[in-house]
């Protein structure tokens, strides 16, 4: 049976008012199996629903007769002086749900002052995503098979003006994606990831039948600490790596004089039975101390998410899904206003709290910490 949704809006409806609204709509502007493949966790999705039950259960501490209005939400990262703490987490694939794809969030995020983590999964070109986005562009790098081919994509990146790395390696394969199984999600004919057109075609590792097909055989062609050091001889751009969990990992990173950290568990999307990334964050920022740079992710859907996550130790936060809802919803539009909704909303937590700015805001401005 063909697929029947809607095309993008050109208006947004009156009685779309927060992130969880575009998650609601999403569903009538995708087809059954691209929803499914996009809100899916990994397995029985127990870490992909942890991400949210947790910073739910993260109450926040007010305080009153605060004078607010000199307050902002302007902070430094790296270097660099963004308007808010946000920033669009790197989303594989985004003409499964538009037709222009990352060129429109894009255009939505250079209007709305947000960076843009561009995926090495993009089915825009990096440069052309490049030329188009006008707020920080940092880009997302996934080892490929081959390092020469890492190596050019990161050359191109360093050569459009991305101005940091982010190294994604809490994904060196698929997790198990029951749901995306069931609803029998394939790419669809056009849809592809362009940066990797011209990739070599090496030949996998040997089928040993002796041999397990996922430690031994898939396994032996994913990066490990050693590429990471390589990586960092190779290029001038700071680096951040994206999936870390465990304090120990974050401290060896920090070691090895790697920028920034992405503590994140790509959404749920892989691991299932892992914490939930806002559980991991305080360990992590105990682990890394109090001047180390750390972006989190997973679940972030209200401004008081975000006010929760720079309560526990994080400088600034990703929006995962939520661009995806709002793209398909209403194309550049849709994530423009995604994110002015996001805004301001941790513009309201942080004046409803009493903590103008956002180093104000800290571990005392939870209740139950
Ligand atoms: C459809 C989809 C595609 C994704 N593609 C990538 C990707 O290409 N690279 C990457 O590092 N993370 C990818 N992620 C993970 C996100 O960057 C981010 O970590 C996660 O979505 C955050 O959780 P949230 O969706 O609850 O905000 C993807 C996530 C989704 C939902």
């Known amino acids: 049976m063909a697929n029947t949704f809607q095309a993008a809006l050109d208006t947004?409806?009156?009685?779309?008012?927060?992130?969880?609204?575009?998650?609601?709509?999403?569903?009538?502007?995708?087809?059954?199996?691209?929803?499914?493949y996009i809100v899916g966790g990994g397995a029985d999705e127990l870490t992909l629903r942890r991400n949210r039950s947790k910073l739910d259960d993260i109450t926040i501490h007010p305080r009153v007769l605060i004078d607010c209005t000199q307050g902002g939400t302007q902070i430094e990262i790296l270097g660099e002086t963004w308007r808010h703490p946000m920033m669009l987490a790197p989303v594989a694939f985004q003409q499964l749900v538009h037709p222009e794809g990352e060129i429109a969030t894009a255009q939505a995020a250079s209007i709305l002052e947000t960076g843009m983590m561009v995926s090495t999964l993009s089915t825009v070109s990096l440069e052309k995503i490049a030329e188009e986005l006008e707020s920080p562009k940092w880009f997302q790098l996934y080892f490929q098979q081959s390092r020469d081919f890492s190596l050019s994509l990161v050359r191109r990146a360093e050569a459009a003006g991305y101005t940091k790395l982010v190294v994604t390696i809490d994904a060196p394969l698929h997790g198990i994606r029951n749901r995306a199984q069931r609803a029998k999600f394939v790419l669809p004919e056009g849809v592809e990831a362009v940066n990797l057109v011209d990739r070599p075609h090496l030949p996998s590792a040997a089928f040993d039948p002796s041999q397990s097909i996922v430690l031994q055989g898939m396994m032996s062609e994913t990066p490990t600490w050693d590429d990471i050091?390589?990586?960092?001889?190779?290029?001038?751009?700071?680096?951040?790596?994206?999936?870390?969990?465990?304090?120990?990992?974050?401290?060896?990173?920090?070691?090895?004089?790697?920028?920034?950290?992405?503590?994140?568990?790509?959404?749920?999307?892989?691991l299932d039975c892992v914490p939930a990334a806002i559980e991991a964050l305080p360990h992590i920022r105990k682990a890394v101390g109090k001047d180390y740079t750390l972006l989190f992710d997973g679940g972030i859907e209200r401004g008081t998410d975000v006010f929760k996550a720079l309560a526990l130790g994080a400088n600034a936060v990703l929006i995962g899904r939520p661009q995806v809802y709002a793209l398909a919803v209403a194309g550049a539009l849709g994530v423009g206003h995604m994110l002015r909704i996001l805004r301001e909303e941790l513009e309201v937590a942080m004046a409803l709290a009493g903590t103008p700015t956002i180093d104000s805001i800290g571990v005392d401005s939870l209740w139950n910490y």
């Open 12 to 36: 947004i409806p009156e009685d779309l008012v927060c992130l969880s609204d575009y998650a609601s709509y999403a569903k009538n502007h995708m087809s059954h199996a691209v929803y499914e």
């Open 229 to 270: 050091e390589w990586l960092k001889a190779n290029t001038a751009l700071p680096i951040i790596l994206k999936g870390i969990l465990s304090p120990a990992d974050a401290v060896k990173a920090v070691a090895m004089g790697i920028e920034g950290i992405v503590v994140s568990n790509h959404g749920g999307r892989t």
